[in-house]
């Protein structure tokens, strides 16, 4: 079997790895560095463009600057749009409105200027213990596919304490597991790049 989609910015060893189907780029190979040309499932890191990277940045005077990720959120929308696929970023990312993308709506997908597709997803519908609500971006020939837009009762809390939300500290969901796709999700963003026909 040989790699029939390119899944960049990943963990090693995580879900995307070690599958025959996937050819895929973590830290150590660089995914800026990515110049193939099979569909993609982009997962850029985030934590520059969460909703408490202006935090951050005021915690550490400024050491970790908002929007500062070596270009890598810039390199996947570039490789989504010229090969097609998907990327996904958490809900209320910044690098949407600093790279020109409309924030999507709570439910469906919502077709862009720029002829790319936004939508709002919980991945507590596809396994994670959190809400953890997703932007994804997707780019191809072909509409994308229905998701699943319900947003089950999330079983878990990502800044969990006892005195956050009423939570008990077991039901925190640690960086870990936050950060990681399950995979049901993956499996549907894999799907999603297969299907989406090439660019433009």
């Known amino acids: ?46 934590s520059r463009w969460c909703r408490l990277a202006k935090f951050n940045q005021h915690l550490t005077g400024g050491r970790l600057e908002v929007g500062d990720d070596k270009g890598c959120f810039a390199s996947a929308l570039f490789n989504v749009r010229r090969c097609g696929g998907v990327l ?22 919502h077709l862009d ?34 998701m699943d837009w319900s947003r089950p009762e999330a079983r878990g809390v990502v800044s969990g304490l006892r005195n956050n939300c009423g939570r008990p500290l077991a039901d925190r969901v640690w960086k870990r597991e936050a950060s990681a796709t399950k995979p049901a999700f993956a499996e549907v ?12």
């Open 1 to 46: 079997m040989t790699a029939s989609v390119s899944a960049l910015f990943v963990q090693r060893g995580g879900v995307y790895w070690d599958r025959l189907d996937v050819d895929a780029w973590d830290e150590e190979r660089d995914a800026r560095n990515y110049a193939g040309d099979l569909p993609v499932v982009a997962h850029p890191p985030c």
């Open 88 to 109: 996904e970023h958490p809900a209320w990312s910044i690098a949407w409105a600093a790279h020109g993308l409309a924030a999507p709506p709570e439910r469906g997908w």
């Open 113 to 146: 200027i720029d002829g790319g597709w936004c939508c709002e997803v919980s991945q507590a519908a596809y396994g994670h213990r959190a809400r953890k609500l997703t932007w994804l971006y997707y780019f191809g020939r072909n509409p994308p596919e229905m």
């Open 189 to 200: 963003l894999l799907g999603l790049a297969r299907n989406c026909g090439g660019p433009h």
